[in-house]
């Protein structure tokens, strides 16, 4: 309180100010400080009690740490390859997992399912084409109005909500305006992308599948005779996508209808199946197969035309247009020594050399070569281009050379997919010169329409096998994740499966230290000036906590309590923690260390001491903090009260001083009235 200045002594000679404050501050010592040394020690028992609530909290959770299966957690010790050096996998193991070695061979990684379509000049134009397909069952509907893009939008379209088709489309440009449309499966698995045809052979028209025939014992004798047919269609004309030619199922085997939409610019391809113990032949071509005039359906019915699967298209690569030397289209009897090569005369005479340069589609090289000779025609050009000991119909890709009605000469390779298929024809004169007969170009793009196959990851874990259709796998050893990288069939690796001794030790260090933490704690508490000191409650607390340590497991054969595990308690009750034979004892018996600080043992045991001083409102220490609160909540009324109690004595006390300043100052006033009369008497 401030000091008193409103009670003038001037008068009187009295120092009243200096009477209330020592009288007020005489009543405050006897009435107010007992009171505010009350609260200021309740302060510092509840700074006390929360922090004893962050120890214990602290020794809680340290508790529920070792508690836990696997505590300290499992290391996994996973080689590369033996034979490549490469990482074959990752492997993660939880707390639940199982110490163990487990032999792991990766036989097939899992991969998203891609599907490409047809290039079309133009992604942004109306395809012209009408109809539907489906894709992993939902149905596409094409206008002839639509645009590739177009198209890739309604595929979107279908991928969202409940039944979504779990595939998504791009264009993929090839160039310019060019582009193809493009699959993609949201997810790994064999499940892959399912594409069928609908209305409109829509799922042909954009190359996403093949058309193909049924299957026949034969694919060089007469498709008629092949099929058993005692009576076979008239010759007719049918469209293979945008190529049109002539087929005679009477004359025409599949190879030489192969070869004759090939010729023409087409892609096709015999392919052979398994059929028993035999085989048999389909005929696969790109594009729709369609009906040109009368008789044609007859000979598509026959050879049975349907929508196919995604396959590999063939590549093929072409000449130059070739013409006679009075500018008609070569034919296979057309002389060679008058050909023009787009329309400028090649000069070829007798004696001159025609060398073949190029590469099979496996990348192989062709280097074969003829002296053109009298007599010689296209016919003899394409013999030595299909050569089959030195030109591109040796090896183990061979390629086909054909002539077509445009005056080109195709090379087809006999195999569908990405190809290195090319040649040139290169020109040495008899007089020392050189020519050509022209650059060769793509004609056919060789490509699988499937750019990836959609497959589930396969692994061999100690003899048993997982297909899982992805390559992260949580269920082939119990308690870890394997994910693959690289599969290797026929390399088994050895994978350890380790508790780790490190993070186990380090998690009991911290247990032990939180319950050293509280003994130091209590220590400091017996000091005679500590805010706890002589408090019964903290001691039962870290009672219940001393006596928790002393929990034993029975069913443990060996280690059934603490101190045989290195961790006994010393002479001033902390404890001690002799990590070497706490290793010893988890290496020998995990499973016993385990239940002693599990859900049985030392760690229930220490959460449920925990969890009763802490709980909310009713634990031990929320108790003893909300009585804290409650009673200097009371001592701080009671402190008011008091200052205003004593504020109001110094008010009446300084009334008092007042008046009784003023009474003095009266009688002085007086007294010297009195003094000033008496000496006029005098007078």
């Known amino acids: 309180m401030s000091s008193t200045t409103n009670v003038s002594g001037l008068g009187s000679g009295m120092q009243w100010g200096e009477i209330v404050d020592k009288t007020i501050a005489a009543l405050e010592v006897r009435s107010v400080k007992p ?53 074959l996998l990752t492997a993660t193991p939880s707390d ?21 379509g047809s290039v079309v000049a133009n992604a942004g134009t109306a395809l012209g084409k009408a109809g539907s397909f489906t894709v992993n069952g939902q149905s596409v509907s094409v206008a002839s109005t639509d645009s590739l893009v177009a198209v890739q939008t309604k595929i979107n379209a279908l991928n969202a909500g409940a039944n979504a088709t779990g595939v998504t489309a791009s264009i993929l440009s090839e160039g310019g305006t060019t582009g193809r449309l493009v699959l993609t499966s949201a997810s790994a698995g064999s499940q892959g992308i399912t594409v069928g045809d609908g209305t409109g052979a829509m799922a042909r028209e954009l190359g996403l599948i093949d058309s193909r025939t049924k299957p026949i014992p034969s694919a060089i004798i007469a498709a008629a005779a092949a ?52 085989t048999r032949f389909r005929l696969a071509v790109s594009g729709n197969v369609t009906a040109e005039g009368a008789g044609s359906q007859a000979v598509i019915d026959a050879l049975g035309f349907a929508a196919g699967v995604p396959g590999r298209v063939p590549q093929a690569v072409q000449s130059p247009v070739y013409t006679t030397s009075a500018g008609a289209l070569v034919s296979t009897t057309s002389a060679l020594a008058g050909i023009r090569v787009d329309g400028t ?10 060398n073949i340069r190029g590469l099979r589609g496996d990348g192989t090289a062709v280097e074969i070569g003829m002296v053109l000779q009298a007599g010689d025609t296209m016919q003899t050009l394409l013999a030595r281009l299909n050569d089959p000991t030195s030109g591109f119909g040796s090896g183990a890709r061979p390629a086909t050379a054909s002539l077509g009605t445009d005056g080109r000469i195709r090379l087809t390779d006999s195999v569908g997919g990405v190809s290195r298929l090319s040649f040139s024809l290169a020109v040495a004169r008899a007089d020392g010169s050189t020519g ?5 170009s793509v004609a056919v793009a060789g490509r699988s329409r499937e750019l990836q196959v959609g497959r589930d990851a396969v692994v061999r874990v100690d003899g048993r096998e997982f297909t899982r259709t992805s390559n992260t796998i949580t269920d082939a050893i119990n308690g870890v994740t394997l994910s693959l990288a690289n599969a290797e069939p026929g390399s ?33 508490q017996r000091e005679v000036d500590s805010p706890l000191y002589g408090n019964s409650t903290l001691r039962s607390v ?54 002693l600080f599990g859900y049985a043992g030392v760690g229930t045991a220490f959460v449920t001491a925990t969890d009763n001083a802490t709980r909310f409102g009713v634990g031990s220490i929320s108790t003893q903090v909300t009585n804290l609160d409650t009673s200097t909540a009371r001592l701080r ?44 008497v005098e007078k």
């Open 492 to 524: 088994t690796i050895d994978v350890a499966i380790e508790r780790d001794v490190k993070g186990s030790t380090a998690a009991v260090k911290k247990f032990v230290d939180a319950f050293n933490g509280i003994r130091e704690f209590l220590d400091k």
């Open 345 to 354: 005369s090649a000069a070829l005479a007798t004696g001159d050399a025609i």
């Open 96 to 116: 639940n997992a199982t110490a163990g070695r487990y032999r792991v061979e990766v036989l097939q990684l899992a991969d998203t399912a891609k599907l490409a």
């Open 227 to 278: 099929m058993g047919m005692s009576t076979s269609p008239s010759p007719a004309s049918i469209r293979v996508g945008g190529i049109l030619i002539t087929a005679d199922l009477a004359i025409d085997s599949l190879s030489s209808i192969a070869a004759k939409i090939n010729a023409a610019g087409g892609s096709a391809a015999v392919e052979q199946e398994a059929f028993g113990s035999s």
């Open 35 to 87: 009171v505010t040394d009350t609260i200021a020690k309740r302060t510092a028992q509840k700074e006390a009690w929360t922090s004893f609530r962050t120890l214990v909290e602290s020794l809680n959770d340290s508790a529920r740490s070792v508690r836990t299966a696997g505590f300290g957690g499992f290391l996994a010790t996973v080689p590369p390859s033996a034979s490549t050096s490469r990482a």
């Open 542 to 595: 870290v009672d219940s906590f001393t006596s928790a340590l002393r929990t034993k497991v029975s069913s443990n054969s060996r280690y059934s309590s603490l101190a045989v595990t290195g961790l006994p308690l010393d002479r001033f009750g902390k404890l001690t923690f002799d990590t070497a034979k706490f290793a010893t004892a988890l290496s020998e018996r995990p499973a016993e260390i385990e239940a």
């Open 436 to 440: 050509t007969l022209g650059a060769s």
């Open 637 to 680: 009324t009671r402190e008011t009260a008091a200052r205003a109690k004593l504020e109001s004595r110094r008010e009446r006390l300084v009334a008092d001083f007042t008046r009784m300043e003023d009474a003095l100052g009266r009688l002085k006033s007086q007294s010297g009235a009195l003094l000033g009369n008496s000496k006029d």
